[in-house]
């Protein structure tokens, strides 16, 4: 066993009627200001009650409050408590998913309001890609090739072409945004697929491979059109993308 690295914290009592709130925002603090980092466990309950001067149900609710942060972490069994985590970004996507569910979202304002956002990254990555992005990108395409030279979709890669793309921007919240949107269409598509899956149709399948291989199309002239600098052909590829994506949900998500 290695020594537990975590950094020694001493907190201040409190003294708030909500004071829960005030635990959670100083334990943010420390994490925002690097003191606290992933992997860092807090004192126990009893220990935190004890130097905050408040009872362990406040401390319980602050925990509480930070795990549905993405914060921190609730690690059971006899070595467990809680632990700094870094699940901000699949927080937002569950909430993303909820509140498409809950506000009765539809796959055409989805795809509107994807498209326009990802108009805005490659007219940015245009101007900002490196070398190494393109070799991201193109890495991207060969696993997603060798996958569908053996009849297997290839979602997961046609996922991550477009957070690499959002990574080419260079621009840290654009990249958080598009992991979370898709996060949901991950899900959604996902969604189509077990239902298609229960259907036990071979041939249904076949047409699913030769749409993957469609968007497979897509992402390669969509990096063809950056290298070349040519953003208008870049755009059309990418709505005439999304609008074939939107055609494969539309059927199946209510």
Not at 116 to 120: G, H, L, N, R, S
């Given at each position: 066993?290695?020594?537990d690295?975590s950094?020694?914290i001493?907190?201040t009592?409190?003294?708030?009627k909500r004071?829960f709130?005030e635990?959670?925002a100083?334990?943010k603090?420390?994490v925002?200001?690097?003191?606290?980092?992933?992997?860092?466990k807090l004192?126990?309950?009893t220990?935190l009650?004890?130097q905050?001067?408040v009872?362990r149900?406040t401390?319980?609710?602050?925990?509480?409050?930070?795990?549905?942060?993405?914060i921190v972490?609730i690690q059971?069994?006899s070595?467990?408590?809680p632990?700094?985590k870094?699940?901000?970004?699949?927080t937002?996507?569950?909430?993303?998913?909820d509140?498409?569910h809950m506000?009765?979202?539809?796959?055409?304002?989805l795809?509107?309001?994807?498209c326009?956002?990802?108009?805005?990254v490659?007219?940015?990555?245009?101007?900002?890609?490196e070398?190494s992005d393109?070799?991201s990108?193109?890495?991207?395409i060969?696993?997603?090739?060798?996958?569908l030279?053996n009849?297997m979709?290839?979602?997961e890669?046609?996922i991550e072409?477009?957070i690499?793309?959002a990574?080419a921007?260079?621009?840290?919240?654009?990249?958080i945004?598009?992991a979370?949107?898709?996060?949901?269409l991950?899900?959604l598509?996902?969604?189509v697929?077990?239902?298609?899956?229960?259907?036990?149709?071979?041939?249904?399948?076949t047409?699913?491979?030769?749409?993957?291989r469609n968007?497979l199309?897509y992402?390669?002239g969509?990096i063809?059109?950056?290298i070349?600098?040519?953003?208008?052909?870049a755009v059309q590829?990418?709505?005439?993308?999304?609008?074939e994506?939107r055609?494969?949900?539309?059927?199946f998500?209510?």
């Open positions: 066993m290695f020594p690295s950094p020694t001493s907190f009592p409190l003294k708030s004071a709130e635990i959670s100083e334990i603090r420390l925002f200001q690097g003191i606290l980092k992933p992997g860092d004192p126990s309950e220990e009650a004890r905050f001067r009872g149900q401390v319980r609710e602050a925990l509480r409050l930070l795990e549905l942060s993405g972490a059971k069994g070595n467990g408590g632990v700094i870094d699940r901000i970004l699949a937002i996507s569950s909430l993303m998913h509140a498409f506000k009765k979202i539809s796959i055409e304002e795809t509107v309001a994807r326009e956002f990802e108009k805005v490659l007219k940015y990555v245009i101007d900002t890609i070398e393109i070799k990108l193109q890495y991207n060969d696993k997603a090739k060798q996958k030279g009849n979709l290839a979602i890669e046609h072409f477009h690499l793309l990574k921007s260079k621009n840290h919240f654009f990249v945004v598009m979370s949107i898709m996060a949901l991950r899900a598509l996902c969604q697929e077990e239902n298609l899956e229960s259907a036990n149709d071979n041939i249904g399948y047409e699913r491979i030769i749409r993957s968007t199309i992402h390669e969509i063809h059109a950056i070349e600098k040519k953003q208008d052909e590829l990418l709505e005439q993308h999304l609008q994506v055609n494969r949900l539309q059927p998500i209510k």
